[in-house]
């Protein structure tokens, strides 16, 4: 079974454009949570997704970042207008919430730099 | 709020030697998760192991084992004959037994571990 799948894998904009992260899950997984790397701040958790329905997205930063999942498939992340702060990898993941220990499986990473 | 610490930010081992990672929790809960995650070069986020805190046996994965110490509240990852490949930044992440939607990962700031040939 194919792992979860994160696209692009590399991205770099300039400051002001619209960024798209895109994100397929494991398939019959129904938890997906978004997080950015950084040096800086480690890991942190963006939001996540219950069975497509956004449960907790306090770590969003702000206004600029929106994230949806239109089905069990697919989920986006969207940052529009950049800024070159949000320069990171960010990471998908997913899990199947009610498994046996719920564990999060992670995508490989997208990693944006914004100019 | 459940809080994540790993205060060893960089570590060296022997190829072939042992080498204990450490990280410690604090929590209210009785029930909860532990993962350690390797992140090699290649950014990849990988499961290494986990550990049911309600079960009072340490994990084991092959080279990898844990001695979890619940109520010192700390969870170290032992790896055991080193290879050159176990070389990565190792994350532990804590999660409570998910009670309505929560099912939030609290990772701490890692630690990057080298293996001297």
């Known amino acids: 079974d194919a792992g979860v799948i994160q696209s692009p894998r590399h991205e770099v904009t300039e400051m002001g454009q619209e960024v798209t992260l895109r994100c397929k899950p494991i398939?019959?997984?129904?938890?997906l949570f978004w997080y950015r790397q950084t040096m800086m701040r480690g890991l942190e958790l963006l939001i996540y997704?219950?069975?497509?329905?956004?449960?907790?997205d306090s770590g969003m930063p702000e206004d600029r970042f929106s994230a949806k999942m239109p089905n069990a498939s697919f989920s986006t992340l969207k940052i529009q207008p950049s800024e070159p702060r949000d320069s990171a990898v960010y990471f998908c993941?997913?899990?199947?919430?009610?498994?046996?220990?719920?564990?999060?499986?992670f995508g490989p990473g997208t990693r944006l730099t914004v100019l | 709020a459940q809080t994540v610490t790993q205060s060893q930010p960089e570590m060296s081992v022997q190829e072939a030697e042992t080498v204990t990672l450490s990280c410690t929790y604090d929590?209210?809960?009785?029930?909860?998760?532990l993962f350690w995650y390797k992140q090699p070069p290649s950014r990849q986020m990988i499961l290494v192991i986990r550990?049911?805190?309600?079960?009072?046996q340490n994990a084991t994965e092959n080279r990898f084992s844990v001695n979890f110490q619940k109520a010192a509240k700390s969870f170290s990852l032992k790896i055991s004959d080193s290879q050159l490949g176990d070389a990565a930044m190792y994350f532990c992440?804590?999660?409570?037994?998910?009670?309505?939607?929560?099912?939030?990962?609290?990772f701490g700031k890692g630690i990057t571990l080298s293996v001297r040939p």
């Open positions: 993941a997913s899990s199947l919430r009610g498994g046996n220990t719920d564990t999060q499986y």
């Open positions: 398939s019959g997984h129904n938890s």
């Open positions: 997704f219950n069975n497509n329905v956004p449960i907790d």
């Open positions: 929590t209210s809960e009785s029930d909860y998760y």
């Open positions: 550990q049911e805190a309600y079960k009072q």
């Open positions: 992440a804590y999660r409570p037994i998910p009670t309505g939607a929560n099912s939030k990962l609290t």
